[in-house]
């Protein structure tokens, strides 16, 4: 218990005793994090728009006249792909064209006997889904035609592919640079206390003793770090919902509450973590490397 | 804690042999001196019972300590048990007296209180109580001696070890600081000093053991410094 007051002290200590360092490593990883968050928001937004645009496709399959959708329906709900399906009816279909026509309505009635045939109407859950879907009932006999948006979709699932590797390359990369400054800087703040750590290890000092302040300052500077990316980007993704609504109205961009209010707390435990992890692989190498008896 | 020594040899890279084949045992609650020109290997010898070396060849055992065998989580508790002042003081800068003993005390994790109380016994012991809120460089290099021997001797050690503890020192503080080694050891404590004061070593005459170019030449029962016709 004893051990753990030291350490707090120490970790306040070692803040305040090289707070120009302390500083340093805390807008340091704070402009890395921002960064971190703001490539982390635009992936989502990228994922979010295309995701939208991809539940809007749907697949539309029609049977030969006199076939029912029974073979065709129990194909596609067996389909992991699909979202959703629903098998319409030559009368539902009727009744559709009847409101489609509005005031020449009457002009059905002309058709004689319903000539309109079973179909389906299919949702998927990714653009990229619609085309094996489309080829797997295109081989079924009961069907007459398949429509779907063809170019479109092949486009969006290129986008939505390369989008989701670009975003996730960048998410890597940010990561990686956040952890190595993170830990360089930590590593610089351990060397600027290199002759205490050996007087404390001659004197017979656990490497957990030594550790423990610098993984709280650790933690704590990427915690700060983090709340102070938090605030950046919280102002800055308001002021690019509010341009988006007034420029680009058909653009979705997420604004919901909850999802933003996690995605902070993850980058906030994320500063946290990669502080202390940071921190504690600095101080670990160190103390190892000072233990072993030459 | 008596200490044992057989055949150790240390090599350093790429083949300077700072110590070879040394025998020596220190019985507990001994008193010895370990004298030797520069260069003659009486720091590696301390360095090796602190277990900052691993000797290259041989044992060297401490109470029923294997120094070989100590695992690098032992280290730290085997340390707590040998009290080191340093060449070179050691002292952390920009701690106080009071801090650079207490926080020997409080990497064993004990209670505030405690460490309190006991740094100030042993501050009052080295006779630094009313310097003690001062920093290392506002003191007297006899000052920072006796803070580093406070320091070695907060935690109550088994074994005491100081290299060169009046070197740079006049004699007056030589003697004080010879004083309070002689007190530590009176309490049980073995105590290992390397120096070539001869002057402390005649007067304050115990064990002595000498090195040579890494070789022990002699090893006498209160002996002199200076063997007769050697001058």
New interface residues.
Partial sequence: MASFRYAFRDTFRLLFRHWGLSLLTLLTAASVLYILGFASLFAMNMRYMISRIEGALVVQAYMKRGETAEQALELVRSSPLVLNVRAISPEEALERLRAKLGNQAQAVTLLGENPLPWSLEIQVQRAEHITPLVRDLMVLPSIEEVLYAGKLVERLATISRASSAVSGVILLLTLLISTLVIFNTIRIAIYSRKEEIEVMLLIGATSTYISLPFVFQGMLLGAGGALLAILGLGSTYSSAIEAVRSTLAFVDIIDNRRILAQFYVFLFAAGATTGWMCSWLAVHRFTSQSMRSR | MDIRLSGVTKVFEPDIVALEDVYLSVDSGEFLYLVGTTGSGKTTLLRLI?????PTRGQITVGDRNLRKLR?SD??????EVG?V?QDF?L?P?LTVFENVA??L???????KLVESRSNEVIDQVGLWRRRFLKPPQLSGGEQQRVAIA?AMA?SPSVFLADEPTGNLDLRTSEEIMRLLLSINASGTTVIVATHDQYLVDAYRQRLVELHNGRLKRDERRGRYFVDGEL
């Fill in positions: 602190s277990r900052e070396y691993l690098s280290l730290p508790y085997y340390r707590r080191v340093f050691k952390l920009n926080f020997v409080e990497a064993m994790g004990i209670p505030p320091r935690n």
